[in-house]
T-cell receptor
């Protein structure tokens, strides 16, 4: 158990819908990262937050948004869902803002868009 | 930009040694991570190399050559549970992202 909690574990929804994925980082970790992993593809970095502020942005679609709340949990919002958004979405956390330390990954949310 | 090259798949025998290579090109470099990921599961940290040379940690060792843009992960005394994908991930530093390669899928056979 990495200490990072993601909910829900599985999500099935229809095209055009909107979903929210939730992540609780390890106790004491201030940084949260979101990654997308499509079938047989690498982890694609989406966005990073540190202590409530956005720190780095990857190839995140405009239909996607995220935030980190005062209690440090984070949410990733995906809207106008398309079939191609089906993927595993991982959240990771680390102590520092620069990601030069071990990151701990949650078990992921498997999103299926039908 | 960043470019990472690892073999897609490898097969090795239980009890043997396997070396997984990774070459990378990045616009800045601070260090390189290796993560292990079992199918459908979360990646788990194996190592982080900042300096050139070999770092050993139990059955796993990781090597880095910054001048050559090259790293390898060495797995000794292979066990069936080592069957997984191994992700090479260079880190550019600061608030830059960690870029993960597509990984090398290792199959350990009896």
């Amino acid at each position: 158990d990495s200490g990072v909690t993601q909910t829900p574990k599985h999500l099935i929804t229809a095209t055009g819908q909107r979903v929210t994925l939730r992540c609780s980082p390890r106790s004491g970790d201030l940084s949260v990262y979101w990654y997308q992993q499509s079938l047989d593809q690498g982890l694609q970095f989406l966005i990073q937050y540190y202590n409530g502020e956005e720190r780095a942005k990857g190839n995140i679609l405009e239909r996607f948004s995220a935030q980190q709340f005062p209690d440090l949990h984070s949410e990733l919002n995906l809207s106008s869902l398309e079939l191609g958004d089906s993927a595993l979405y991982f959240c990771a956390s680390s102590v520092s803002a620069p990601m030069n330390t071990e990151a701990f990954f949650g078990q992921g949310t498997r999103l299926t868009v039908v | 930009g960043q470019n990472i090259d690892q073999p897609t798949e490898m097969t090795a025998t239980e009890g043997a040694i396997v070396q997984i290579n990774c070459t990378y090109q990045t616009s800045g470099f601070n260090g390189l991570f290796w993560y292990q990921q079992h199918a459908g599961e979360a990646p788990t940290f194996l190592s982080y190399n900042v300096l050139d040379g070999l770092e050993e940690k139990g059955r796993f060792s990781s090597f880095l050559s910054r001048s050559k843009g090259y790293s390898y992960l060495l797995l000794k005394e292979l066990q069936m549970k080592d069957s997984a994908s191994y992700l090479c991930a260079p880190y550019s530093g600061g608030y830059q992202k960690v870029t993960f390669g597509t990984g090398t899928k290792l199959q350990v056979i009896p």
